[in-house]
């Protein structure tokens, strides 16, 4: 099964925005996690495969999420961006088995600079 791929992170300052793609399998849902050093990796985000999204508090009127269903692609609508945004961020598959096996992607760097 192949894995989930994400793109589109990159190094923006305060206030800005980004958008990461998670190319992920047909049917499937996705988190995105984010991991900042010296710290747990946290959740951020999630669309189940119905297309329904809800995101952590941290984010919540900032980031939201899209879907092509096209390109069995989500994507991650990050706005006002803030320093404490930085990290590697995860998109992990959910739902039906084959959404479960080999679910993660390798991550993509956000940068947020003050």
């Known amino acids: 099964q192949e894995q989930p791929v994400e793109s589109g992170g990159g190094s923006v300052q305060t206030g800005g925005s980004l958008i990461l793609s998670c190319r992920a399998r047909?049917?499937?849902?996705v988190y995105w996690f984010r991991q900042s050093e010296g710290i747990q990796r946290e959740w951020v985000s999630a669309?189940?495969?119905?297309?329904?999204?809800t995101h952590a508090a941290s984010v919540e009127g900032r980031f939201s999420l899209s879907k092509d269903s096209d390109k069995d692609t989500v994507y991650l609508q990050m706005n006002n961006l803030k320093p404490e945004d930085t990290g590697m961020y995860y998109c992990?598959?959910?739902?039906?088995?084959?959404?479960?096996?080999?679910?993660w992607g390798q991550g993509t760097q956000v940068t947020v600079s003050s």
């Open positions: 992990k598959t959910m739902g039906s088995d084959h959404c479960e096996r080999n679910s």
């Open positions: 669309m189940n495969p119905r297309g329904d999204e």
């Open positions: 047909r049917g499937c849902g």
